[in-house]
């Protein structure tokens, strides 16, 4: 019998490798929200979505503007190390995704998008049947569409994020 | 009084002339900096920008898309927003106003940058030579007995220096002339003025009348610049 569980995250992105993320950008705390469907004691699917913001600190390297809204849609599938009877719980998984920097300068909006992948592990410990605690490392890649002159592609076109994470873990149906 | 306040609001926002950028996309705008022999000036100052009108009666103000310095070889390499529509985009190198600016160089203006972008993204500058500035000494001598009153007029090259890459613009002035306006007056034999920073062998327009002679057109004189002296010359 499928069920369902649900986290809620505070994030600690941190910006890896040389590009227009890492440079030029202070990338702050976010939240995270997962919905998981568990097939069986192993499988499951799910949609997860990441919101945080940025500022821009070194304009010569991404434009003139001061910040920008980061949003990350996913969907997501993995595998459980544990059984679901355990209270304590050990995931990993894959996603496919949308990336969407909406940035902004004064008050006028414009944005970068792309196609983002990720990947992710969580440990999670059950405090009752419907309640846990949940702590976790994310991986992510994004694939961006800026076009750009070609001596700054590899700067542009690409962005890593690691995030930790930590919040609650909800549980229903099971 | 709160309804005031929304209208005020709206009405701004009806007449404000906000620039929208191209999602997705940077121009990387190229150049080197050079000084008049040839050599790369570092660490100058090089900002773009298009210019907006703010509000009523032509004011305007300014954009800026991207900004930074030359390196040690006096290359810069600025990554800026593209805007759209057919926003004037200029580059302004040595801008007095900013970290860095160097006095004895004149700030140099390109408008119309976007009509040279190229397919990849890119605008690339040519060398862009800094010319010198100097600051001089404008002398008015009688050589005569003539008692009557000078009234002249000075018209300048300003230190600021502007070139239009955009042939659709080519009303605007290659030069934006500053005017000094006095008198010699009658008890004066001679008087000098301080004027600058100009660039450097440059010439001056000097247009003047006399009181004696009040029907007397309005002379119009080119001044040329002596190095030696350090000064320009009008003789009586």
């Known amino acids: ?174 | 009084m709160s309804k005031y306040y929304w209208f005020l609001g709206v009405f701004l926002g009806l007449i404000s002339c906000d620039v929208d950028y191209e999602d997705n996309k940077r121009l990387l705008i190229t150049g080197t900096v050079v000084d008049e022999d040839e050599l790369p000036v570092p660490e100058i100052p090089v900002a773009v920008f298009i210019t907006i009108y703010t509000g009523f009666k032509g004011s305007t103000d300014r954009e800026i898309l991207g900004e930074g310095k030359t390196d040690t070889n006096g290359n810069f390499s600025l990554v800026t927003l593209s805007p759209i529509g057919t926003r004037i985009i200029t580059a302004e190198i040595n801008e007095s106003v900013k970290v860095g600016y160097r006095p004895k160089y004149a700030t140099y203006s390109l408008i119309g940058l976007k009509t040279v972008e190229a397919q990849n993204a890119t605008i690339a500058l040519r060398t862009l030579k800094l010319e010198n500035v100097a600051n001089s000494i404008f002398t008015i001598r009688r050589l005569n007995n003539s008692t009557d009153t000078l009234y002249y007029d000075l018209k300048a090259n300003p230190i600021k220096k502007q070139r239009v890459l955009d042939p659709a613009l080519s009303s605007v002035p290659f030069y934006e002339f500053f005017n000094l306006q006095d008198t010699l007056l009658p008890a004066q034999n001679e008087t000098s003025v301080e004027i600058g920073p100009l660039l450097a062998r440059d010439t001056l327009q000097l247009d003047y009348s006399l009181s004696g002679n009040p029907n007397t057109e309005i002379i119009s004189q080119k001044l040329v610049y002596n190095s030696e002296t350090d000064s320009y010359v009008f003789e009586l």
């Open chain 1, 1 to 174: 019998m499928p069920y369902v569980q649900i986290f809620t995250s505070s994030i600690f992105p941190n910006a890896l490798g040389s590009n227009f993320l890492s440079e030029a950008y202070i990338v702050k705390q976010g939240f995270m929200g997962d919905i998981l469907i568990l097939f069986d004691n192993r499988l499951y699917v799910g949609l997860q979505g990441i919101y945080n913001n940025a500022d821009v600190e070194n304009t010569a390297l991404v434009g003139q503007f001061g910040r920008s809204k980061i949003r990350h849609h996913y969907v997501q599938g993995g595998y459980s190390f544990l059984p679901r009877a355990k209270k304590l719980g050990l995931t990993a998984g894959l996603g496919i995704g949308y990336a969407r920097y909406k940035n902004r300068k004064g008050s006028t909006k414009f944005f970068d998008d792309g196609f983002s992948i990720m990947t992710n592990a969580r440990l999670s410990y059950r405090l009752s049947p419907e309640v846990g605690l949940q702590s976790g490392i994310q991986f992510s890649n994004d694939f961006m569409n800026t076009d750009v002159a070609p001596e700054l592609e590899s700067f542009f076109k690409n962005a890593q994020t690691l995030y930790f994470s930590v919040g609650l873990a909800f549980y229903i149906g099971d």
